[in-house]
């Protein structure tokens, strides 16, 4: 059912921040670790496909220390924490950060080594796994959802898009289907459950982009990561624009900003939102170039939704 008045919930932010939640819930800030256990995506090593994602350059997001640590997880988060508490002294909880590449894919085995390495640090209280979709056999989940009786366990796939013909353009190796049973069989065990998502993929429209918050707002997810595409060196997108730039049009920060107060009118008012947008180091990055910065999203995005008298949900139609 949408909602008419504005929900106490979203007063602050006019969408549910997952920061604030989690702040709340914890007593203060919780603060991810990236770390990298030398996994590699079935998209890239020929099980699923060749070449990855059209969008994706990993080194994009990838912190400088873990660069020089090797596949070293006591290390890593041991580097990543000197430097994060001397950024956020307030911190009180430290989750380590399977971030790049497919960290669900690999021999059972394997895996649960890496996590545990990150488990047993002292200050560690648990774990986010950043994942595809169709690399989550039960038994991995079943092996998460016990852990999750100890530690914080939080899942994350990479959604993307709801819409199939922009997964297949992107050369994303699953339809969405694979997401929603991926997303439901996770939720079945309890776990805590994210979504990435990018808006301005080719092969998507605009009102396809917004449908997609009706698709989501069916599925047990507990947060959303949002994004806009942004043209990385290194990847198969940069190829396809150097060549022709008309060929993938690119949101632009006003136009960007107005999707997602739309998109967010659009989805269930319980979805917490962890991100509004991100920024690929200028370095790797040939478009777009935005004079809006990352840190200046969020407060924008409010200023919107306040300008419209809307929020979160105002739109969203239980069963829709
Ligand atoms: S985005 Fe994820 S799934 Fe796609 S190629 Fe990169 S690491 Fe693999």
Known sequence: MSSTSLPEALAARRYLSWHDLIRARHGGRVQKISV?????????????????CSFCNNQGFIPGYLRETGNDIELQINTGMGFLKRRYPETQRWLAYFQAYSNTYGEIEQLKAAYRQALVHPD???????????????ELLDY????????????EFGIESTTDAALARVNRGHDFACT?????????RGLTVSGHLIFGLP???????????????ALPLNSLKL??????????????????PGSIPLLG???YLELLADFLELLRPDIAIQRVGSEVPPALRLAPDWSVRLSQLAPLLTETLVK???????????NA
């Open 36 to 52: 990298a256990a030398g996994f590699t995506c079935p998209n890239r090593d020929g099980s699923k496909g060749r070449g990855g």
């Open 124 to 138: 560690i209280s648990g774990l986010v796994i950043g994942t595809r979709p169709d690399c989550v056999p039960d």
């Open 144 to 155: 998460l959802a016990e852990l999750a009786q100890e530690y914080i366990i939080e899942l």
């Open 180 to 188: 929603t049973d991926a997303i439901r069989r996770a939720a079945a």
């Open 203 to 217: 092969g998507e429209s605009r009102d396809e982009m917004l449908a997609g918050a009706a698709r989501l707002s």
């Open 227 to 244: 994004h806009q595409l942004q043209i990385v060196k290194g990847t198969q997108l940069a190829n396809e624009w150097r060549k022709a």
């Open 253 to 255: 920060g006003h136009e």
């Open 308 to 318: 419209r008298d809307s929020w979160q949900g105002k739109k969203w139609q239980e």
